[in-house]
Nanobody, 124 residues
Framework: QVQLVESGGGLVQAGDSLRLSCTASGRTIRYSVMGWFRQAPGKERDFVATIGLMGRNTRYVDSVKGRFTISRDNAKNTVYLQMNSLKPEDTAVYYC?????????????????WGQGTQVTVSS
């Protein structure tokens, strides 16, 4: 099993930046596709970004393209989400997840390990 712990969330103003980290323990995530999802109050959990095993293959939801960057450091067993030009609509709890398979995916059902989430609040 793998345990995922997110950190780096907080309260920021529109236009600011944050970097979320997701550190894994229990086993290496070197062989895991990783993803970030977010859930705003009263809404379902939505896909944000995913990254392949070597970090070269990435995918993003359209609303964050050009603003967010997902990356990974397998030596540190950590995945990052750099968020720039934050908007109030980015406000949500952000979750890190490890996928079951070896292909990048935006389907939450394809992820079997989840962190507890970190709150990101963007004020206008």
């Amino acid at each position: 099993q793998v345990q995922l712990v997110e950190s780096g969330g907080g309260l920021v103003q529109a236009g600011d930046s944050l970097r979320l980290s997701c550190t894994a323990s229990g086993r290496t995530i070197r062989y895991s596709v990783m993803g970030w999802f977010r859930q705003a109050p009263g809404k379902e959990r939505d896909f944000v970004a995913t990254i392949g095993l070597m970090g070269r293959n990435t995918r993003y939801v359209d609303s964050v393209k050009g603003r967010f960057t997902i990356s990974r450091d397998n030596a540190k067993n950590t995945v990052y989400l750099q968020m720039n030009s934050l908007k109030p609509e980015d406000t949500a709890v952000y979750y890190c997840a490890a996928a079951k398979g070896l292909l990048t995916t935006d389907n939450a059902n394809e992820y079997d390990y989840w962190g507890q989430g970190t709150q990101v609040t963007v004020s206008s």
